[in-house]
């Protein structure tokens, strides 16, 4: 099981899911239509390091943040 | 990086790091601050941050700016900060002034783009994100 975790703005309690990769989370995701509105513009940690590769594989336990628009300042 | 739980105090934050780099032979020490202004009703700004990935970038830039001889440093408040009160510092201390007003700027507008920091208007009690002054991260809609 890896746990994702809403941040800022989405005001969604995290879930937990059974993903092999971060492609098995986007499906599983998108069946939310909530957080599907997000998911164009939101940015992702793994394990709180940020990533860019869809096939990049996931292990029990793994942490995955979705991270919407920012403004910091 | 420090974060605080309202708003900055500026002058104690800036006058501690000039006492902590008074030996450092820095020539020049450019801070920048940011300050709440009274617009659209609001009675404050208020910040959600996501500290792991914030120490991770501003790790990131103290790499980028030791590499240059500098020491960039920085403040951000959490929660409410209320209207002509500040809720960000930053400052760059360097050898010479064209790398510390370079970094500065530099470090200021990626703050902008990609710190996990979040924005809400406070109007009536009430927090409404900040959504149509927010910018997504580098590498956003992978999931999409």
Known sequence: MVKVEFLGPIGKAPVEMEAATLADVAEKLKEDGTVKEWLPKCAVALNDTMVSDLNMPLKDGDKISVLPPVCGG | ?144
């Open chain 2, 1 to 144: 990086m420090e974060l605080y739980s309202g708003p900055l105090d500026v002058k104690e934050i800036f006058g501690r790091w000039l006492d902590e780099e008074a030996e450092s032979n820095y020539g020049a020490y450019i801070p920048f601050v940011g300050t709440i202004r009274a617009e659209d009703g609001i009675e404050a700004l208020s910040f959600d941050i996501y500290e792991p990935v914030l120490r991770a970038w501003f790790d990131a830039w103290q790499e980028r700016a030791k590499a240059l001889g500098a020491v960039v440093k920085m403040a951000h408040s959490i929660g409410d900060v209320p209207v002509h009160t500040s809720s960000y510092v930053s400052a760059v201390f360097s050898p010479k002034r064209r790398v510390a007003l370079e970094l500065i700027e530099e470090f200021v507008e990626d703050f902008k783009a990609n710190a996990p920091i979040w924005k809400y208007d406070v109007k009536n009690g009430e927090r409404i994100y900040a959504k149509d002054r927010s910018t997504p991260m580098d590498g956003s809609g992978l999931l999409a």
